[in-house]
């Protein structure tokens, strides 16, 4: 279909690629298929040993003393390893070589102060998995309790307890100038009793001191703003002021975060779970202390491996700090030690989208069009670093809904629950979900179409971001098709249609919701690397991480592109940073589609740059005489000319920088040892991605749906649902509709179901497994679901293509909510997610039901 | 001692070929024995290191246990059939599909080609209190962690809590109480069969146990009689996932109607007791009356009379009034244009 967008005439095409946005059999399928896949838990060593963790019993507390005598004792039991045996949390250092100071109150992997209930306190390492557990069932710890707290709310109370001594709100000491930044601090706040008087209303307390705490403790990352407020909500027609609480969703990945290592020659051999490869070497090495004489981390000393990952989510961009337990009793005991991590145990170590309470008010002109924004964000974090969820949920809220005046404040609490870590969309997710539901209210209040005020206030092209930076100017981004996206859902989710259909039949209401969703959509400056060999084939090294996403190999098909190469002659090797990676992206924040697009793009670039100057040394003329194509280098318009492996082998003979004698100074540390490692074997295409952008790349998600509801039983299952992308040129269709339609469903189970459950009073967790925390599953998922994807390039990145792996969380968790309200009204729902519990109690009540702002429930 | 969850323990494993083999070593090990049926509860159990029997009798080899055959005119279940094949047995589902469709309301595809009828009906409470291993009333303790002022009871009793607020998660036991149905129990000194309803116990009879079945017994087979065959079935779950979930309340009921007038009728519902609670005084006060709305909203009122909600399962009181309703009227199904 084609796009029509008055607004952004004309929009940007790109050229028909061969490859480039056609569907391929990815390298792994066949493996993951038939199971021959590898994930971190299927390797043996000869001799492994087993680890197994004894996780705290208690939500916050002082382990006196460990008596692991009876167990040591036990015929089989070969170590127990505690925080004792554990680095410190190491300083990381900037490519300039400046000291980034590690967070002294920063995870260890164990402790002896546990900040919360199943946080590893010491490991024992045993013949095999059944010994380790009866030895720990023999060791008695000696706790010393200490005040607990899972409610950021109650926290905030006067007399509330702090998660940690140190206090119960991150916050960041400015830099000084030219430095990087100090570790976060921790601080007490508590509100005033006044401050709560609206609590049981369900309105998120604002205490009256907060601007002056903020000012005296956390200037520099606890508030922003922008533009005139105070005019804003003046000038007016509709304001209102809305409180809504997100849930805190464990990540759960179906492969949990084993590890299994073993050392030779001093060199650490570490089979993992991870999202990304290469850069996954460095986090290791820094968390074991393993680091060169400049401060960085010693990359000839660690082997990663990682071929297949079973889904990370944020929760694994570099693996998971747990991984080094296994590595660090590998030494100990001078054996492989494997270290499988359990489901319950995945639940407490695994991480977990923080939760946030969001209170917003937000200025309408009669036309529906946003005229200020004041939001006022408590997250609850976990116990240990600080996310910077908060601040992304107001910098997302300012690029989707394009206010022209807006303050943002954020309280980072702590809690003593499971570590919080980024989960697809971090931040924008909470954003978004807190800014949708008054967007749907005041289509309501003011007679206007959902999708027509979610139009009149979306971002088009270049459109302003966040606060103003250093120079005074409000940063913006690269470009918005967001409209173009919005009619186009219209239009195929036939909305006008549906918005015509009566609401209610029998038991039965039915509502339709739209939502817009945008995240930061590809980084840039990272390296690629690749070998045309003398057998006319392309041979691929990938550092991107294997996380099912198939950008592991989709991003690499735009040098074979380039380069006129049949995939087929195309061989990427990938999976462990011993077989010579070059320096990749983290796989996370929807970085991997643009940051690799562009640096496969440099390497096609390389390629050909080299090929040509091979032609003109062997055929005469000028470089730039010759073109590629047809596996051919050759003169212009035709002629003679070289075949690809004829010149693979002509650049053997050349040596230097064709066959990868010379490396590029500008690639990372890590490419070039990679490329030095695969010299002499052919033509070598190595280079950084150092291509201008003007702007930050960021992707939009327009999500549609329709629900049915039971008024009887407060039961509803979803109709439909369409999501439709504005992710630039489109890649790869099979893998983007999977992620499009993937990442919805992972929106769709915030919005329908999924959440933690605690018993305050004892600070312990009722929800650990699957069946209690409720992720959604295949019969959960929308009766019919499309997607869509406008294929309209970004014009700031050589390909056009964009990330997409978060904006489509947000689109699905707040259309489903939209069009809950749609078919409820505005008395039902307070909080996400939304069971049929709350939903027949609000109905029988006619006002909405349930516990407003109680955490974890 | 530290605790260690999720790692299954050792034990002794006997796999008897016949029932009468189990039964022998039912009988010999006594308390020290676990009946294992389709696995689904006891490896929740095991893994969790919080029940730890030094025997497990795991029935899957014994192949009587397992089959539908004719009875009476109805139908006889061997205890061990899976429910899968419960779902899909054409007379089942022809003459009593109320129990396919309870059947198939269970878990997940996955679960019921694993799980069987009878474990299905004689699994434990599901509380999360009392399944996370705290030491409550059914945990042989002398406290209800789930009836305490921050207690998080959403999925407890509204009705015949007794120190115990947990529930009964079953969803075919309402649908075989409907179907009146009979549990063949046997042990070392022979056979004995109890009514379906009276199978399951409450707290205020026994608040560590879910069923009649002691140390020695084992359910071998449930019998389901003609009485209901063919009769006028109603049947729904209603839970927050649309599978691999446990009920919040369920509703089950058998009924002959003639001429706009039910006749007789049985019901039940699950998710709101200890037990599946059979509602004979809506039974009859329904009997002879005409099927209506009126009757519907009569008999719901009484189906919850004496319901008592903790802090988070007050929707459960609406939930089984108009589940109740809708087993004796029906539902007006939506017509979208």
């Known amino acids: 279909m084609p796009a029509k967008a008055p607004d952004n005439n004309p929009l940007p095409t790109h050229p028909n690629y061969k490859l480039i946005g056609k569907n391929y059999t990815t390298p792994d399928l066949y493996a993951k298929v038939t199971g021959r896949a590898k994930y971190a838990e299927d390797y043996r060593a000869d001799g492994m040993l087993f680890a197994k963790l004894l996780l705290s019993p208690v939500p916050h507390g002082h382990i006196r003393h460990i008596d692991a005598s009876e167990a040591l004792k036990m015929p089989g039991v070969k170590a127990v390893l505690t925080v004792d045996d554990m680095p410190k949390p190491a300083d990381a250092m900037t490519d300039l070589g400046q000291r980034i100071p590690a967070n002294p109150l920063g995870e260890r992997g164990l402790t002896n102060d546990p900040v919360y209930q199943g946080e590893p306190i010491l490991a024992v390492v045993a013949v095999d998995e059944l010994t380790a557990a009866e030895a720990i069932e023999k060791i008695n710890l000696d706790i010393e309790r200490l005040p607990h707290v899972v409610d950021p709310l109650v926290s905030l109370r006067p007399g509330g307890a702090n998660a940690r001594v140190e206090g119960n709100v991150w916050t960041r000491p400015p830099a000084p100038a030219g430095q990087p930044a100090p570790p976060p601090q921790l601080r007490t706040l508590k509100f005033s009793d006044a401050d709560f008087k609206d609590y049981d209303q369900g309105k998120l307390p604002i205490p009256s001191n907060l601007d002056e705490w903020i000012k005296n403790n956390d200037p520099q990352a606890g508030a922003w703003h922008y533009g005139d407020i105070d005019a804003g909500f003046k000038q007016a027609a509709l304001v209102l002021d809305e409180t809504f609480v997100t849930p805190n969703t464990s990540h759960q990945t179906l492969e949990t975060r084993s590890a299994m290592a073993y050392w030779q020659n001093g060199k650490l051999y570490i089979h993992c779970s991870t999202q990304s490869t290469s850069q996954t070497a460095p986090a290791v090495a820094r968390w074991l202390g393993m680091v060169d004489e400049h401060g960085q981390p010693d990359l000839s000393k660690v082997v990663v491996v990682s071929e297949y990952t079973g889904g990370g989510f944020g929760s694994k961009i570099t693996s998971a700090i747990s991984a080094i337990i296994p590595a660090i009793a590998a030494k100990k005991t001078g054996m492989p030690v494997m270290m499988r991590i359990s489901r319950e145990e995945e639940h407490f170590i695994g991480r977990a989208r923080p939760s946030t309470h969001g209170r917003v008010k937000v200025g309408f002109t009669k036309d529906g069009r946003i005229t200020a924004v004041d939001m006022f964000v408590i997250l609850d974090n976990g116990p240990y670093d600080p996310q910077g969820d908060t601040n992304n949920a107001g910098r997302m809220l300012s690029l989707m809904y394009q206010p022209p005046a807006m303050r943002w404040r954020g309280l980072t609490v702590i809690t003593n629950t499971p570590p919080r870590l980024s989960q697809s969309q971090p931040g924008g997710f909470q954003g978004i979900a807190q800014m949708e539901p008054i967007l749907a209210k005041a289509s309501r209040k003011l007679g206007i179409d959902q999708v027509a005020i979610h139009r009149i206030n979306a971002p088009e092209g270049k459109a302003p971001i966040g606060p103003a930076g250093p120079n005074g100017k409000r940063p913006y981004i690269t470009s918005s098709f967001i409209k173009v996206a919005l009619d186009r859902g219209m239009e195929q989710f036939e909305w006008e249609k549906r918005k015509a259909r009566p609401k209610k039949s029998g038991t039965k209401v039915r509502g339709i919701g739209v939502a817009t969703s945008c995240f930061v959509g590809g980084s840039i400056g990272f390296d690629g690397l690749a070998v045309l060999k003398p057998d006319g084939k392309l041979y691929i090294q990938s550092g991107i991480g294997n996380l099912g996403t198939a950008s592991m190999s989709d991003c690499h098909r735009v040098t074979a592109e380039l380069l006129s190469i049949p995939w087929e002659k195309c061989e990427i090797t990938w999976g462990s940073t011993g077989k010579n990676l070059p320096w990749s992206c983290p796989s996370g924040g929807s970085q991997t589609t643009h940051a690799h697009t562009r640096a496969a793009y440099a390497v096609g670039m390389d390629a050909i740059d080299k090929l040509k100057q091979i032609a003109a040394k062997d055929m005469g003329g000028k470089p730039e005489d010759y073109e590629v194509s047809g596996e051919r280098v050759h003169r212009k318009g035709g002629g003679g000319g070289l075949t690809l492996a004829q010149a693979a082998k002509r650049a053997i003979e050349l040596g230097g920088i064709y066959d990868g004698h010379e490396v590029p100074k500008g690639v990372n540390k890590m490419t070039q040892i990679s490329a030095q490692a695969l010299a002499g074997q052919g033509l070598m295409a190595v280079a950084r991605d150092s291509m201008p952008r003007d702007g930050n790349t960021h992707s939009f998600v327009a999500g549609f749906a329709e629900v049915e509801v039971d008024l009887e039983t407060g039961v509803y299952r979803i109709v439909d649902y369409l999501g439709v992308a504005d992710v630039g040129t489109i890649v790869h269709p099979r893998a983007l509709g999977g992620q499009i339609l993937g990442r919805s469903m992972l929106g769709i189970g915030h919005a329908i179901g999924q959440k933690w459950v605690y018993d305050q009073h004892y600070g312990l967790p009722l929800a650990k497994r699957f069946h209690h925390n409720k992720p959604p599953t295949i019969l959960d998922a929308p009766v019919n679901m499309q997607w869509a994807a406008l294929d309209i390039p970004d014009p700031e990145t050589p390909i056009g293509a964009r990330g997409i792996g978060e904006p489509p969380v947000g689109a699905g968790c707040m259309a489903i909510i939209n069009a809950l309200t749609d078919a409820l009204g505005d008395e039902v729902i307070r909080r996400a997610p939304v069971t049929a519990d709350i939903i027949l109690a609000s109905l029988e009540a006619g006002k909405p039901a349930g516990e407003p702002l109680t955490a974890h429930v | 001692m530290a605790i260690i969850r999720d790692i299954m323990p050792a034990f002794e494993l006997f ?175 022979g056979e004995r069969v109890v009514n379906a309803e009276d199978y399951f116990v409450g707290p205020d009879l026994d608040i560590t146990h879910m069923t009649v079945l002691r140390p020695g017994d084992l359910l071998t087979a449930i019998r389901i009689p003609a009485t209901w065959a063919g009769t006028q079935f109603y049947f729904e779950k209603v839970r927050d996932r649309q599978v691999w979930d446990f009920p919040l309340v369920n509703v089950a009921s058998s009924a002959v109607i003639s001429g706009g007038t039910i006749q007789r009728m049985r019901i039940a519902v699950n998710g709101v007791a200890a037990r599946p609670l059979r509602l004979k005084e809506v039974e009859a006060a329904v009997a002879g009356k005409p099927r209506n709305a009126e009757t519907a909203n009569m008999a719901a009122e009484l189906a919850i009379r004496g319901a008592e909600p903790l802090r988070y399962n007050g929707y459960k009181i609406p939930l089984m009034r108009n589940l109740v309703k809708r087993a004796i009227r029906g539902v007006e199904e939506a017509k979208w244009a």
């Open chain 2, 15 to 189: 796999q008897p070929a016949t029932t009468d083999d189990a039964v022998v070593m039912l009988s010999k090990y006594g308390k020290d024995a676990w009946v294992m049926g389709g696995g689904l509860d006891t490896f929740d159990w095991l893994k969790d290191r919080i029940k730890r029997p030094a025997v497990v009798v795991d029935l899957s080899q014994v192949k009587e246990l397992s089959g539908i055959r004719p009875w009476n005119g109805g139908l006889e279940i061997g205890a061990m059939t899976t429910l899968t094949e419960v779902v899909r047995h054409p007379e089942v589902r022809q003459k009593f599909s109320i129990l396919s469709t309870g059947a198939e309301a269970a878990a997940s595809p996955q679960i019921r080609n694993q799980g069987t009828l009878g474990g299905n009906i004689s699994q434990d409470a599901r509380c999360w209190y009392y399944r996370g291993g705290w030491k409550c009333y059914r945990a042989g303790g002398n406290t209800c962690y789930a009836d305490t002022p921050t207690a998080i009871n959403r999925e407890h009793a509204i009705l015949q809590a007794d120190r115990c607020v947990a529930v009964n998660p079953s969803d075919s036991a309402p649908a075989l109480i409907a179907l009146d149905a009979q549990m063949v129990i046997r042990n070392s000194k």
